[in-house]
């Protein structure tokens, strides 16, 4: 499917030199005529990339501005086109907006690299942001920026030379932020958010900080391309952005920087203002895509994580139980214990939700503190936990689950939070524990066992362990939790029953 | 910082000259002198890419089938060098677990650009796959490969003149699934996962499937590195893996067709079995990719939806609360309704947790299906429910709640699933439900009005309604839900209470 372009532009000959173009190189392409019937058709659809043309000045820059500031169209590569080309006008373009600003008659194969590059890094941002509700909801849409200490720029020029007048006053500017590369090999090294590579040099001007009399001049294109390459090769968070400048009118060396995926790219002659608001694109650029993949990594722990107790869910729990159980082993038994908290509703219905949940909060807590770290440890209902603790045998599980129950009830739960109904209340609290060793058991049978001894725990009275013992020696069908629980044959072994200690 | 390289050759001159050839690259090297010391070295921690010397043959295969098998270093990307380049040999270790395979003597510039293009698509994958629990929880770590239709192919070539004779064989042989291109401008238009891009052509040979008459010949340079640029371009889902073939010895040609993306690459020499091996190998590639890209957006999905029933959970009700309260008004109301199924805990202790579950996901069932479109409905606690229906005021509101209520009372629910302890039993369920009108209040007070008048509910009797309404007109202090609830100001109005219909 060809990526669609939405051009648009007051002028007939723009409309129609730039859709034939755009068109030559298989791009989709769609014209209007004015700033509103943009907005109809933006209406209708998004297309992949907007080109206007800003021949006509502020009108369009309110265009630019207004695509820009619209939560629907804020992701959309544009391109501005038309002009003289000059610094002004290119800079004022990007300032209304414009990912990119183009003069009027610029060089097809320089104009299509540069949409090109600009459609993958928006892929690549989407590829990180999805857009459904699920995404909204865990915080994507979300474009506020939050603090972020200024970013590092790297600058990599070749042997020899004078670096390019604006590239000598900015790198004055930025002071200590800017990193001066003498050598390629210090690439590899950087760990600058934004690279500059200078493949242009020499447009004189005073080295305003005096710093780059050691590396002045420029790169070769050959080293222009693989410094790129490196650069890209050096992966994820370690990834810099990339800004190439090259000399005015080396289209074929621009096109193929571009091609290889520099991020943005300038001319020699660039102003010092308009080089400083590229670079802190590119530094924006860096943080959201640094942002978006740590969101996705929050997002999938979020997926595994009770949100109450910060303890793994139920599903965490029970997609890690069958790798546990498949461990275990003679020799390195599994223990797994459900546990549950005793008359737990009776706290909901005299203290309130939240008592209940400074109840959930605390038990959660008291109960990993006394587990190991290697156990598993998670909220599977809404009072019920799961632990499966690898290498425990019967009597050391039997310790380990008493601890959890001492820990539990052997001081009142505080409901001293300010959010609960009655803040100086405080809670006793007791758990009922199942328990059952497993040797190479599926992990959903040792989950039945232990649960069907938590039943056995619960009906003789709460506040107490039962281990799950076969009383049959043969396997109980499934589903083993409900036959044993509803119907027990013979029940559960109860052999070892703790006594209340508080 | 540099990107680790691990060279396992048995061969001391190998291992000095590859290690400075990598050096130069700039890669951070490490050298082992077998397959034992390497073993050891990969225990010690992971590089980022793995060089093996083959010279010696079989022995050398062992370690790279081993590496490829094991789940720790099967994502590593591993490059075979040395032997004579010859097809047998290069298809030998590709098949063994190679990545790429070269012969001894390699130009280091086709070696680095190939080692970088592999760090790139190791990079974009581990992107997507993140390394935690959470991620192995999710089935991220779950390679197994699902039924996956056959891959399709398209391959472009230039004007004129004749295909590799492997290329003319193999598209035979993929009969249907191949899709020759007869101009660029078609790239954009295939939906093929592997795109084939011959700069290479004559190495003769028939045309096996006499098909290649029309496109015949090759692309080149120029054409090669804009196709890559525009598929490349496709973005997403769209975008397919490339592989460039080459004239043999253009290794200028080579670096820079991979360093523009090009996913894989041989030259027109490449036997018929290696071409094909190498095809399925970018068609497993881009399954893998879109198959974790699947996984991140069902993980993201994961974390806002309530396991059991499927709706949504309390996560997503928070987060999407605020923004349909904040969107409400005057003229444009939003009801908030919180409900809880009466006496649940008394379905458990009766008929075990299984039915507990069918109960939670048959009245979800009913609820949903009583609701519009766009209302939200989501699992907040153990039974605890929250609906938020925008432009309802308190009639059209106490309607929909009555409904609802109504829905789950006026038939029993059957617990007839095999799973449940009792598998014929069936149970009467009803519900209670707090409900409050809101036109711009927040949207955790709507939710504490709700919950307060569900108290209220619940205190009356239970299987009613309740409506929140101010008593005092003043907004009480936060939090709102509890000090209503336990000390209610004259307690919530309660002009509605439905009656037990059934």
Same mark, same amino acid.
């Given at each position: 499917?060809?990526?669609?372009?939405?051009?648009?532009?007051?002028?007939?000959?723009?409309?129609?030199?730039?859709?034939?173009?755009?068109?030559?190189?298989?791009?989709?392409?769609?014209?209007?005529?004015?700033?509103?019937?943009?907005?109809?058709?933006?209406?209708?659809?998004?297309?992949?990339?907007?080109?206007?043309?800003?021949?006509?000045? $502020?009108?369009?820059?309110?265009?630019? $501005?207004?695509?820009?500031?619209?939560?629907?169209?804020?992701?959309?590569?544009?391109?501005?086109?038309?002009?003289?080309?000059?610094?002004?006008?290119?800079?004022?373009?990007?300032?209304?907006?414009?990912?990119?600003?183009?003069?009027?008659?610029?060089?097809?194969?320089?104009?299509?690299?540069?949409?090109?590059?600009?459609?993958?890094?928006?892929?690549?941002?989407?590829?990180?942001?999805?857009?459904?509700?699920?995404?909204?909801?865990?915080?994507?849409?979300?474009?506020?920026?939050?603090?972020?200490?200024?970013?590092?720029?790297?600058?990599?020029?070749?042997?020899?030379?004078?670096?390019?007048?604006?590239?000598?006053?900015?790198?004055?500017?930025?002071?200590?932020?800017?990193?001066?590369?003498?050598?390629?090999?210090?690439?590899?090294?950087?760990?600058?958010?934004?690279?500059?590579?200078?493949?242009?040099?020499?447009?004189?001007?005073?080295?305003?900080?005096?710093?780059?009399?050691?590396?002045?001049?420029?790169?070769?294109?050959?080293?222009?391309?693989?410094?790129?390459?490196?650069?890209?090769?050096?992966?994820?968070?370690?990834? $810099?952005?990339?800004?190439?400048?090259?000399?005015?009118?080396?289209?074929?060396?621009?096109?193929?920087?571009?091609?290889?995926? $520099?991020?943005?790219?300038?001319?020699?002659?660039?102003?010092?203002?308009?080089?400083?608001?590229?670079?802190?694109?590119?530094?924006?650029?860096?943080?959201?895509?640094?942002?978006?993949?740590?969101?996705?990594?929050?997002?999938?722990?979020?997926?595994?994580?009770?949100?109450?107790?910060?303890?793994?869910?139920?599903?965490?729990?029970?997609?890690?139980?069958?790798?546990?159980?498949?461990?275990?082993?003679?020799?390195?038994?599994?223990?797994?214990?459900?546990?549950?908290?005793?008359?737990?509703?009776?706290?909901?219905?005299?203290?309130?939700?939240?008592?209940?949940?400074?109840?959930?909060?605390?038990?959660?807590?008291?109960?990993?503190?006394?587990?190991?770290?290697?156990?598993?440890?998670?909220?599977?209902?809404?009072?019920?936990?799961?632990?499966?603790?690898?290498?425990?045998?019967?009597?050391?599980?039997?310790?380990?689950?008493?601890?959890?129950?001492?820990?539990?009830?052997?001081?009142?739960?505080?409901?001293?939070?300010?959010?609960?109904?009655?803040?100086?209340?405080?809670?006793?609290?007791?758990?009922?524990?199942?328990?059952?060793?497993?040797?190479?058991?599926?992990?959903?049978?040792?989950?039945?066992?232990?649960?069907?001894?938590?039943?056995?725990?619960?009906?003789?009275?709460?506040?107490?362990?039962?281990?799950?013992?076969?009383?049959?020696?043969?396997?109980?069908?499934?589903?083993?939790?409900?036959?044993?629980?509803?119907?027990?044959?013979?029940?559960?072994?109860?052999?070892?029953?703790?006594?209340?200690?508080?």
């Amino acid at each position: 499917m060809s990526r669609r372009i939405l051009v648009v532009d007051s002028v007939c000959t723009n409309r129609i030199l730039g859709a034939a173009d755009l068109s030559a190189a298989r791009f989709d392409v769609r014209t209007c005529d004015s700033a509103d019937a943009a907005r109809r058709a933006l209406r209708d659809g998004l297309p992949d990339l907007v080109a206007v043309g800003v021949g006509e000045g $502020a009108a369009c820059h309110d265009l630019l $501005a207004e695509l820009r500031a619209a939560p629907r169209t804020r992701a959309l590569p544009i391109v501005a086109v038309g002009g003289d080309g000059g610094t002004a006008a290119r800079l004022a373009a990007l300032q209304a907006g414009a990912d990119e600003a183009f003069p009027a008659g610029v060089d097809p194969a320089l104009l299509v690299a540069r949409l090109r590059s600009l459609l993958r890094r928006r892929d690549e941002l989407e590829d990180l942001r999805p857009h459904d509700a699920a995404a909204r909801a865990l915080g994507f849409g979300d474009e506020a920026e939050p603090f972020a200490a200024p970013g590092r720029v790297a600058v990599l020029a070749g042997p020899s030379g004078a670096p390019p007048a604006a590239l000598a006053e900015v790198i004055g500017r930025l002071g200590r932020r800017a990193q001066l590369l003498r050598d390629p090999a210090e690439l590899t090294r950087q760990k600058a958010d934004v690279v500059l590579l200078d493949a242009a040099g020499g447009a004189a001007g005073p080295d305003a900080a005096g710093r780059l009399a050691a590396s002045g001049g420029c790169l070769s294109p050959g080293a222009l391309f693989r410094a790129i390459a490196e650069v890209r090769a050096q992966g994820g968070r370690r990834q $810099a952005e990339i800004l190439a400048i090259v000399p005015p009118g080396a289209t074929d060396l621009a096109v193929m920087a571009l091609d290889l995926g $520099a991020g943005d790219l300038v001319t020699a002659d660039v102003g010092t203002a308009e080089l400083s608001w590229r670079i802190d694109g590119l530094l924006r650029r860096k943080r959201v895509h640094d942002r978006l993949r740590d969101k996705v990594r929050d997002g999938l722990q979020a997926a595994v994580t009770d949100p109450l107790t910060g303890i793994a869910n139920r599903r965490f729990a029970m997609a890690t139980l069958g790798g546990m159980a498949r461990a275990a082993g003679p020799g390195a038994p599994l223990a797994v214990m459900v546990l549950d908290i005793d008359h737990f509703k009776a706290v909901n219905d005299r203290h309130g939700h939240v008592a209940g949940d400074c109840v959930l909060i605390e038990v959660a807590g008291r109960m990993a503190a006394a587990l190991r770290p290697g156990d598993l440890f998670a909220r599977i209902g809404g009072e019920e936990f799961l632990v499966a603790a690898p290498g425990l045998g019967a009597a050391a599980a039997r310790d380990l689950a008493d601890r959890l129950r001492a820990a539990v009830a052997d001081r009142e739960v505080e409901v001293s939070n300010e959010m609960c109904a009655n803040p100086a209340a405080s809670v006793s609290v007791t758990i009922s524990a199942g328990l059952a060793i497993g040797q190479g058991d599926e992990g959903d049978r040792l989950f039945g066992r232990a649960d069907a001894a938590l039943y056995a725990a619960k009906r003789d009275g709460r506040d107490r362990i039962c281990l799950w013992s076969d009383p049959t020696a043969t396997a109980p069908r499934h589903p083993v939790r409900v036959a044993v629980a509803a119907q027990p044959p013979g029940g559960p072994r109860r052999d070892w029953l703790s006594s209340r200690s508080a």
